[in-house]
């Protein structure tokens, strides 16, 4: 993925994280038409392998948490996941349950394989985060950088993992395909840029830095960090900021991309400022 020119310094890219987990049921086919419907351009979306050796999407390591179904997503076949009452567990912003017991009618309130968005959405922006490190013989990295070769989304996607063993055997498996810094990684390049006075680092092993807004509460975002971020060639991400002030404030540092549980909050602001990326 370019991480250069005007993509990085002038516009700023919005993520619907999970599709939007505020604004719809997270992680569903449903999140994710709505989101694009109001023209995101970027999806964040966390992956997990079924018991059937299938990449689902989903936030947690189990279904209880947005589905009316229970276990561990590894444990289940995906056809036991995909007939799931994915909205049932949403609330609104007035305390509701607006999608419990409405998958009948809402067919897209549902878990998804990343396959059918490759294939329904071929020009968004992706953002897959391996969220489970299943061993050093786990299928899910070499399915994950397959799809992305099927589907020819290379130019357009970006892995991303908590854990850097997953990471690293992605790396291996095909090298050419672009990352984001592991929390490990990322807290090495803060320390760099505290100690080295502005040398960039040399060819680091990923395209983005994905980083909260605050660490323990506090700011430690700058515009010298992100300037330094620039010079070493890297992107600068955020998460996950669902407040305009927060918004404004990354904006104005040289943030190149929000993520957000309120894309369409983000889309406004970012567009307000003049500076969504198109």
Request: hydrophobic share 40%; glycine share 8%; net charge negative.
């Amino acid at each position: 993925m370019d991480v250069s020119g005007d993509w990085l310094h002038r516009r700023v890219l919005g993520y619907a994280h999970q599709g939007g987990a505020l604004e719809a049921p997270a992680s569903t086919l449903f999140a994710i038409e709505k989101a694009v419907s109001i023209g995101i351009k970027a999806v964040e979306l966390d992956l997990h392998l079924s018991r059937d050796g299938v990449v689902v999407v989903n936030h947690d390591d189990f279904v209880d948490a947005c589905t009316n179904g229970t276990g561990r997503v590894s444990d289940l076949n995906f056809q036991e996941i995909a007939e799931l009452d994915a909205g049932y567990r949403f609330v609104g912003d007035d305390g509701t349950f607006p999608y419990r017991g409405v998958r009948a009618r809402i067919p897209e309130l549902r878990l998804v394989r990343i396959e059918e968005l490759l294939e329904r959405y071929p020009g968004l922006i992706w953002n897959f985060d391996l969220k489970e490190d299943y061993g050093p013989d786990s299928a899910l990295e070499p399915l994950v950088s397959g799809l992305i070769r099927r589907y020819e989304v290379e130019e357009n996607t970006i892995v991303a993992s908590f854990h850097q063993a997953p990471l690293d055997r992605f790396r291996s498996l095909d090298p050419e395909l672009s990352t984001a810094a592991s929390p490990d990684e990322a807290y090495g390049f803060y320390a760099s840029f505290q100690q080295n006075e502005g040398e960039p680092l040399d060819s680091p092993p990923f395209v983005a830095l994905q980083v909260p807004a605050r660490l323990a509460g506090a700011k430690y975002l700058s515009r010298d960090l992100l300037e330094y971020a620039h010079r070493s060639g890297l992107a600068v991400h955020v998460w996950t900021v669902d407040d305009v002030n927060t918004i404004e404030e990354l904006v104005s540092i040289g943030c190149d991309g929000i993520i957000s549980d309120r894309p369409s909050l983000l889309q406004s602001k970012l567009d307000d400022l003049g500076v969504l990326y198109r």
